[in-house]
C-alpha cells in the first residue's frame, strides 16, 4: 500500500527530477535516453536513441522495418508538433492484384503475417525527420549505445523474453532470416541470455554513417528491394524512394480544464477523445473510482466511439475524415443521450457527424530545457510479419493487414495508402503549459487506455504512477475495421482488482463480463510541475520498463 495515498495498488513511488526524465518499457533503454540527455542531447535525441534500442531489445513490439509517431512539445515556442511517420502499400499492388492474391491463397482477409500485409517501414524517416528540426547531438553519437548493445549484446528481460519465445514458432518457417536473426541458437532467447544483433547493429551504422537516405534510396533500398522481388513481395525501391513523413497539427477537446491532444487520423487517437467528450456530461468522481456507474458509462462511451471509429477513420489523403464535427461537444451530446444507465446497449449504430492485438513500444522523454516527446512505434503484430531480409537485422511490420476490402470505406485498400492505424502518442496542456507526457501501448485498447489514464488523474485524483497502476478495464468486440457489427454488445475485460460487487452489478445490467484475460496495454507517462520545475515519471507496472531522471 502507498502510506501517502493509502492507495492499496499502488506499487511505487513516482520518480521525480530536474533535469531530465525518461520513461521507456525496458530499463536498458531508459538509461541509454539519460545518457544522451546528459551528454548535452535534447529531449528529441534521447527519445530516437531509446527508439532505436528497443528496437534491438524489445522486437515483439518494435523495430526499424514498423511506423512511428510522435508529439513534440518545443519549450521554446510553447507549441505542440505532430509527426505522422507511418509508411503506405506497396504502388505496384492495386486492389484487384490483392483479391487476385487472396483468391490464389484461398483466404478471405489480408493475412496476418507474409508478404501481403507488408507496408513501407516508417521509423528511420521519422527518426530522421525529427531530429532535422529538434535534434542537437550528431546521428552517430544518439545511434551509438544502440550499436554498441547489438554488437557486444544485452541480457534480455523477462517479459519480452516470454513474448519473443512465443513469436519464434509462429514466424520462423516464413522466407529470410527470421530464424537466423531471431532465434540464432535455434530458438527464442530465454531470460537473462545474452542476445546479440550484429547483422542490427551493421545496418544502424550505416544509417548513423549516411542518414536516412541509405535506407530509402540507397544500399539498404536494394537489398530489400531485391529480396521482395525474388520471393514474391510487391514493396520495391520506387515505394521506399517516394516515402515522406509529415508534420500535422495535433488535435484536441478540452476535459475538464484540461487539453487533452492526440494526433488525427490514419490513427485512432481521436477516439479517445470522443469517448472524454462524452464523459464530461457525468460527475464520474460522485460517482467513484471502479463503482458500476463510472465503469458502465465509460465502456458505454467507448462503444459509441468505437462505431465512428469503423465508420470514418482512414488516411485523409483518400478519404474526408470529418475530425471537427466527431470532436464537437454538440456531437458528444447526442451520442451521450444514447446511453442509457441500467442497460447495456447490445448494439450502436455509428453517428452522423455533420458533413487489436497489436502490440507496440511507447516511451517519453524530457529534457533540461522543458522540451518533451511522446513517441510511440510499433510492428503491429508483436514481431510483425515475420519477415526478415537477410543481412539487415529487423522485421518488418504487418501493419497492412488493417485494411479492409469493403468498396468505398474510408479504410479499404488503395496503393499507394496509409492502413488505419492504432498507435497514439497523447499529451496534456493546462493553461498553455505542458502537463503531461502519455500513451498506452496495445492495439485497440490504447484510446481506451488514454482515457482511463486521464480520468484517474482528473477524476480521481491519482498522480502518474497511481492512474497507472490501477487496474484497467478492456471492452472487446465492436464493430471494427474488419467486421461489419459489434457482436451482441461484445464483452468487458476487467482486472482483478476491480470489486466483485462491481463485477457483479455491470453484468446485472447486461455486460458480458471476463476477468483477468490480459491485454490491458503498457503505460509510460512524464508530468511537468510548472510550479517546483521538476519532472515527476511513471512507468508501466506491467510491463519490464524504468521511469528514471536526473
Not at 528511420?124 to 547489438?150: C, E, N, S
Not at 516511451?363 to 526478415?388: C, F, P
Not at 470505406?409 to 499507394?416: C, L
Request: aromatic share 10%; with cysteine.
Amino acid at each position: 500500500m502507498d502510506r501517502v495515498t493509502g492507495r492499496s495498488f499502488a506499487t511505487r513511488s513516482e520518480v521525480i527530477a530536474q533535469h531530465g526524465m525518461a520513461c521507456t518499457s525496458q530499463p536498458l533503454a531508459t538509461q541509454i535516453a539519460l545518457e544522451v540527455l546528459k551528454s548535452g542531447g535534447s529531449a528529441v535525441d534521447a527519445a530516437i536513441a531509446a527508439d532505436a534500442a528497443l528496437g534491438l531489445m524489445e522486437p515483439t513490439g518494435s523495430g526499424m522495418g514498423g511506423d512511428l509517431f510522435a508529439i513534440v512539445y518545443d519549450a521554446k515556442t510553447k507549441k505542440l508538433h505532430g509527426l505522422n511517420a507511418s509508411g503506405r502499400s506497396p504502388r505496384g499492388l492495386s486492389y484487384e492484384q490483392l483479391k487476385a492474391e487472396l483468391e490464389r491463397l484461398k483466404v478471405s482477409t489480408i493475412p496476418k503475417y507474409g508478404m501481403l500485409p507488408i507496408s513501407v517501414p516508417g521509423c528511420v524517416d521519422g527518426w530522421f525527420t525529427l531530429h532535422g528540426r529538434f535534434g542537437k547531438l550528431p546521428m552517430a553519437q544518439v545511434l551509438a549505445p544502440a550499436i554498441r548493445y547489438a554488437r557486444e549484446g544485452f541480457p534480455v528481460s523477462e517479459l519480452i523474453a516470454f513474448y519473443w519465445g512465443r513469436s519464434v514458432p509462429i514466424l520462423g518457417a516464413q522466407p529470410g532470416g527470421f530464424k537466423a536473426t531471431f532465434a540464432p541458437n535455434g530458438h527464442a532467447p530465454a531470460k537473462g541470455e545474452i542476445f546479440k544483433n550484429p547483422d542490427l547493429a551493421s545496418t544502424l551504422t550505416l544509417i548513423a554513417e549516411r542518414g536516412r537516405d541509405v535506407f530509402y534510396r540507397g544500399e539498404i533500398a536494394q537489398k530489400m528491394d531485391a529480396f521482395f522481388a525474388a520471393n514474391g513481395g510487391w514493396l520495391r525501391k520506387a515505394d521506399f524512394e517516394s516515402h515522406t513523413s509529415d508534420w500535422v497539427e495535433p488535435v484536441s477537446v478540452n476535459y475538464r480544464g484540461y487539453d487533452v491532444y492526440e494526433l488525427p487520423p490514419n490513427g485512432q487517437g481521436i477516439a479517445a477523445l470522443q469517448m472524454l467528450n462524452i464523459l464530461e456530461g457525468y460527475d464520474l468522481r460522485a460517482m467513484g473510482f471502479n463503482s458500476a456507474d463510472a465503469l458502465h458509462v465509460m465502456i458505454e462511451a467507448k462503444k459509441l466511439a468505437f462505431e465512428d471509429r469503423a465508420k470514418f477513420y482512414g488516411d485523409p489523403a483518400f478519404a474526408k475524415v470529418p475530425v471537427k464535427a466527431l470532436l464537437a461537444k454538440s456531437y458528444a451530446a447526442q451520442r451521450r443521450s444514447l446511453i442509457k444507465m441500467e442497460r447495456a446497449a447490445k448494439t450502436y449504430d455509428a453517428g452522423n457527424p455533420a458533413l487489436q492485438e497489436g502490440d507496440t513500444i511507447y516511451l517519453t522523454t524530457a529534457d533540461a530545457e522543458g522540451n518533451m516527446v511522446s513517441l510511440i512505434q510499433s510492428n503491429y503484430r508483436g514481431m510483425g510479419s515475420g519477415i526478415v531480409v537477410p543481412g539487415l537485422g529487423f522485421g518488418f511490420q504487418d501493419r497492412g493487414e488493417m485494411f479492409t476490402l469493403e468498396p468505398g470505406h474510408a479504410n479499404v485498400y488503395a496503393p499507394g495508402k496509409r492502413p488505419f492505424h492504432t498507435i497514439i502518442p497523447a499529451f496534456i496542456m493546462k493553461d498553455g503549459e505542458p502537463w503531461l507526457s502519455f500513451g498506452v501501448m496495445g492495439g485497440a485498447m490504447q484510446p481506451q487506455g488514454h482515457v482511463q489514464i486521464v480520468v484517474n488523474l482528473i477524476d480521481f485524483g491519482m498522480n502518474v504512477q497511481e492512474a497507472g497502476d490501477a487496474a484497467r478495464w478492456q471492452h472487446e468486440g465492436s464493430t471494427d475495421y474488419d467486421t461489419p457489427k459489434m457482436a451482441a454488445g461484445g464483452f468487458v475485460n476487467l482486472e482483478t482488482g476491480v470489486p466483485w460487487s462491481t463485477v457483479a452489478e455491470l453484468k446485472r445490467r447486461g455486460h458480458d463480463v471476463r476477468v483477468d484475460l490480459g491485454g490491458f496495454g503498457g503505460y509510460q507517462a512524464i508530468r511537468w510541475d510548472a510550479k517546483n520545475r521538476v519532472y515527476f515519471g511513471a512507468s508501466e507496472s506491467r510491463k519490464d520498463g524504468q521511469a528514471a531522471g536526473f
